[in-house]
């Protein structure tokens, strides 16, 4: 269990299209792992990466530091405007936001498809692009997930 992250029914409705956006092709499993990854970046409210992160929008619409780009292509590309989540795709966002966590990404702070658009998954890469202090964890379908390295976000790795 994580801590229950305060939220608006708007909130719950990003964080399920966002899920759907994602990992709509990785069933159940895949879009909570992904809705993990978010509401975990909330909770561990480290620097130089997550600080300050007070709301599940502020982890949606976040952007890599110093780039003006989001940090989830669904933001960039406009297609997590164009999702619409049932009351189950909602039920789980509901769940991560009152502090279920998936357990296999429970400690995840990233995660990436490094082969957005194709039938398959190139292989996952040591680190997280663009983030040097991160080690690879685990592949799930079409994505991979990433933890902060040894010393990093003491906050969240306790």
């Given at each position: 269990?994580?801590?229950?992250?305060?939220?608006?029914?708007r909130d719950v409705?990003?964080?399920?299209?966002?899920?759907?956006?994602?990992?709509?092709?990785?069933?159940?499993?895949?879009?909570?792992?992904?809705?993990?990854v978010v509401?975990?970046?909330?909770?561990?409210?480290?620097a130089?990466?997550f600080?300050?992160?007070?709301n599940?929008?502020h982890?949606?619409?976040?952007?890599?530091?110093?780039t003006?780009?989001?940090?989830?292509?669904?933001?960039?590309?406009?297609?997590?405007?164009?999702q619409r989540p049932d009351?189950a795709?909602?039920?789980?966002?509901?769940?991560?936001l009152?502090?279920?966590?998936?357990?296999?990404s429970?400690?995840?702070?990233?995660?990436?498809?490094?082969s957005?658009?194709?039938?398959?998954?190139?292989p996952?890469?040591?680190t997280?692009?663009?983030?040097p202090?991160?080690?690879?964890?685990?592949a799930?379908?079409?994505?991979?997930?990433?933890?902060?390295?040894?010393?990093y976000?003491p906050?969240?790795?306790r």
């Amino acid at each position: 269990m994580g801590r229950r992250i305060k939220h608006t029914t708007r909130d719950v409705e990003s964080l399920a299209r966002l899920m759907l956006a994602e990992a709509i092709g990785e069933g159940a499993l895949g879009m909570s792992m992904v809705g993990t990854v978010v509401a975990n970046r909330v909770e561990a409210d480290c620097a130089p990466d997550f600080e300050n992160l007070r709301n599940i929008r502020h982890a949606i619409y976040q952007e890599i530091p110093g780039t003006g780009i989001p940090h989830f292509e669904p933001v960039l590309n406009g297609t997590l405007y164009t999702q619409r989540p049932d009351e189950a795709d909602l039920q789980r966002a509901r769940d991560l936001l009152q502090g279920y966590r998936e357990p296999r990404s429970r400690m995840s702070l990233w995660f990436f498809n490094p082969s957005p658009g194709q039938s398959y998954r190139d292989p996952c890469t040591p680190t997280m692009p663009r983030s040097p202090m991160t080690q690879f964890e685990f592949a799930h379908k079409n994505h991979c997930y990433y933890v902060g390295v040894p010393g990093y976000c003491p906050e969240f790795y306790r």
